[in-house]
């Protein structure tokens, strides 16, 4: 099985049906294509959906990239100096109705080589997770459900597994470990010791990476049409603005991205046209705002 130009496919087929199913709930705007190349090799396609009716500004990028591992990886791996090949679909989307949830997504490969070409390492992650600013649980419940559904099959722990990773990973742990969402799934460092376990996690990628329009689109259908107000926009600005601090600060795609040279209009997509920052914010005791704050602590959903 040749897994890198499998995988390749499958992300280009993925990135095509993903952006489809939003421009359909969006009605109104489209995503436009960049395509880009990295000087060191690889490039990528960014595609950028922005001023939508739903979506005020998301985009859904694929790369592929491949040269010298630098410095500072081959420290953070463990490694000589070695050469390093990556592929992968991104995803984060921004929606204008606060009672919308912003959704992020990436599913990845990564193969380490030594400088004599041999392949010396090599490993699977990703995941999908969930910011809404409002929530609703039965759209926590069926976000999470749609996901638990398609990681049983392959392991009936991996879902609670991979929840508990997603929750420890996607948290402000400079705001008293609070997390930016409510969570989903994150893998990573998934290695196959042979062929048929190679084809195994490659089926279980392409599994998670077909479950996210389940997951997601009927959120965004069934909330896209609430009224909201100026109340509801600072506040979903407010948590954008955290949204923003995780990406900056502790996301690892985000600093590998930057530390690789990997394009950084594509590497910042993520993050939202308007964010807010108040100091010692804090919401108004009782309100729904207040609430939500119990939401974005670990919770079981499914």
Known sequence: MDIRNEFVAYIHGLQDTICAGLEGVDGSAAFREDKWERK???????????????????????????GALPKTMQDAFGVPESDFFACGLSLVIHPRNPFVPTVHANWRYFELYNKAG????????????????????????HFHGTLKAAITPFGADLYAQYKKQCDEYFTNKHR????RGIGGVFYDYLR???????ERLF????????????????????????????REIEWQELRRGRYVEFNLVHDRGTL?????NGRTESIL?????????????????GSREEQMMQYYRPNEWA
């Open 40 to 66: 060191e090799g690889g490039g990528g396609k960014t595609r950028v959906i922005e001023g939508g009716a739903v979506f005020e500004k998301g985009g859904v990028n694929t790369s592929i990239v491949h």
């Open 118 to 141: 041999d392949r010396i390492d090599g490993w699977f992650g990703g995941g999908s997770d969930l910011t809404p600013y409002y929530l609703f649980e039965e759209d926590a419940r």
């Open 176 to 179: 008293e470990n609070e997390m």
């Open 192 to 198: 196959a010791a042979d062929a048929p376990n190679t």
């Open 203 to 230: 089926a279980f990628q392409q599994a998670n990476g077909n479950a996210f329009l389940p997951a997601y689109l009927p959120i965004a259908e069934k909330r896209k049409d609430m009224p909201y107000g100026e």
């Open 256 to 260: 590998f991205g930057l530390k690789t």
């Open 269 to 285: 997509m993520s993050l939202p046209p308007r964010a807010r920052w108040v100091y010692d914010h804090h919401p108004e005791p």
